[in-house]
C-alpha cells in the first residue's frame, strides 16, 4: 500500500480538527449537569429510605441499616466523584497545584469517612439482627472496593503531598493512582447496584408490593440504580477526556508536596 | 514561581522514561494470563450451573435458566474482551488492517448472538414458569448493557466497514466507539455481578444451604463474580494503555471499507 500523500495528511489533519471542535463540550456546563445529576442521587436514595424504608435511626434496626446506601451514594459515588474532577477544573490549571491538591486530598478523605461510617451502619445493624457479615457477593465487592480507596488514599498522600518520595516514584505512581481513581469509581457504582437489586429483593416480598409486580418504589429504586450508572460513566468520561486534562501535569509544581523537606 | 530550567526538564524526562521502562509489561505474555483468566470464567460459570444448579436443558425450567449465565459471561464478557483487545495485538499493527477489522466486528458479532441466545433463555424461563420478565435492576442494567452493544456493533459496522460513511464521520465516530467499547464491557461485568448476586439469593435458601451461612457454592459463586470483575478491569487497563495502542491510527488505511465504493 502507497504511503499517504501529503495532501492526504493534510486532509486527515483538518477532519481531525473539525470532528473534535463537532465534539467539543464545555467542562463547566457539563460539571453543572454531572453536579446536578449526583445531587439527584442523593435525594433519591434519602427519599427511598425515608419514604418507603421507615427513615433513619440509630436503634439498630432496619432503621439503622437505611444509612448504608444514602452514605454509600454520597460517599463512594458522589463526593468521591467531586474529588476526582478537581483536577478538570480550568481554575486549577494555573497558578500553584497545591491548593489544589488539598482539595482534592480532603475531598477524598470526606468521601472516604462517609464510606466508613456507611460499613458501620451495616455491620451496626447486622450484629443487632444476628446476620453474618461479609458473605453475599456484593459485600465482597463492596468491601473490596472500599479496601482498594484506603489503598488509593494513603498512596496518594504518601506520594504526593508528603515531602519524602522521590520523583521518580511520583512519575511511577501517577499513571497508577489515575487508572486506580476511574477503577474504584466504577467498581462502587456496580457496588451499589447489586446492593440495590438486592434490598429490593430483601424488602419487597408480599402481596402486591412483590418486587416482581414492579410496584412504584421498585420503579423509583431501579430508576435511582440507573442514574447512578449514568453518573459513574459520565464522571469516568469526563476523566479520559483528553482536552480536559491539566495540560502542565509535568511541570516542577505538580511534585510540590505538602510539606517541604529540608534542602 | 521559577520556570523550569533546562537541566530540571532533563531530569524529569530522564524520570518519566526510567519509570515507564519499570512498568513495561509485555503484551502478549499479559494477554496469554487475560486468556486464562476468561477461560476460568467460563468454566467456573459452567461449573457452577452444572454442579450446583442441575446443569441444561432446552424445557424450560431451571436448566433453561442456566444457559443464561453460562452465554452472557462467554459472549458478553470474555469473547467481547478478545474483540475489544484485537487492535491490541502487535502483528496487527504492520500491513492492511481489513483482515483485522473483519476479526474485530466477527468476534463482537460473536459475542452478540451468544448474549441474545442468553437473554432468550431466561426470557423462555420466565414464560414458562408464569414470572414476569424484565422487573430487576439487574434485568434493566443488563438489558440496556445489550441495547448498547446492539448500538454499538451496528454503528461499527456502518462507519468503519461499509463504504459509505465519510472519512470525518469515521474520524467523529471514533473515539465515541473506543470509549463506548470499555463502557459496555464494565456495564456487562456490573450486570453479571449483581445477576450472580440475585441468583445466590434465589438459590440458597434453605437449612444448611442458605447464602448467609456461605456454603460452598456461595463461595464458588462469588469468587467467581470477583474474577469477572478482575477480568474486566485487566481488558479495559489494557486498552486504556498508550504503549499497547496502535501507533498508526490515522494511516489511510485504517479507514479502509470492507466494500470499496466506485470513485
Not at 493534510?10 to 473539525?18: C, E, K, N, P, T
Not at 445529576?37 to 425515608?50: F, N, P, R
Not at 480507596?149 to 506520594?159: D, E, K, T
Not at 440507573?226 to 482536552?243: H, M, Q, W, Y
Request: proline content about 6%; aromatic content about 14%.
Amino acid at each position: 500500500m502507497a504511503a499517504p500523500s501529503e495532501e492526504e495528511g493534510a486532509v486527515g489533519r483538518r477532519y481531525h480538527q473539525r470532528s473534535t471542535a463537532m465534539l467539543d463540550v464545555p467542562f463547566l456546563p457539563f460539571c453543572a449537569f454531572l453536579g446536578t445529576l449526583g445531587l439527584l442521587c442523593v435525594a433519591m436514595v434519602g427519599s427511598w429510605c425515608q419514604h418507603w424504608r421507615g427513615g433513619f435511626s440509630l436503634d439498630g434496626s432496619s432503621r439503622t441499616f437505611n444509612w448504608h446506601p444514602v452514605l454509600m451514594v454520597t460517599g463512594l459515588v458522589v463526593l468521591y466523584g467531586a474529588a476526582a474532577l478537581v483536577y478538570r477544573i480550568p481554575y486549577t490549571w494555573s497558578g500553584p497545584k497545591l491548593p489544589w491538591k488539598v482539595l482534592h486530598g480532603s475531598l477524598a478523605l470526606g468521601a472516604f469517612i462517609l464510606t466508613v461510617l456507611g460499613l458501620l451502619a451495616v455491620f451496626y445493624f447486622h450484629n443487632s439482627q444476628g446476620t453474618p457479615n461479609m458473605y453475599s457477593l456484593h459485600s465482597w465487592m463492596g468491601l473490596g472496593t472500599v479496601l482498594l480507596f484506603s489503598c488509593q488514599w494513603a498512596a496518594g498522600f504518601g506520594a504526593f503531598l508528603l515531602p519524602w518520595a522521590p520523583t521518580w516514584l511520583r512519575v511511577l505512581y501517577k499513571p497508577i493512582h489515575v487508572f486506580f481513581g476511574s477503577t474504584i469509581l466504577l467498581l462502587s457504582v456496580a457496588s451499589c447496584v447489586s446492593g440495590i437489586n438486592e434490598k429490593l429483593f430483601f424488602s419487597l416480598k408480599n402481596g402486591t408490593m412483590q418486587y416482581k409486580l414492579l410496584p412504584a418504589e421498585a420503579v423509583f429504586a431501579n430508576t435511582l440504580g440507573l442514574l447512578i450508572l449514568i453518573f459513574g460513566v459520565l464522571v469516568v468520561a469526563a476523566l479520559a477526556r483528553p482536552s480536559w486534562k491539566r495540560p502542565d501535569s509535568d511541570s516542577p509544581d505538580s511534585r510540590q508536596p505538602l510539606l517541604a523537606a529540608e534542602r
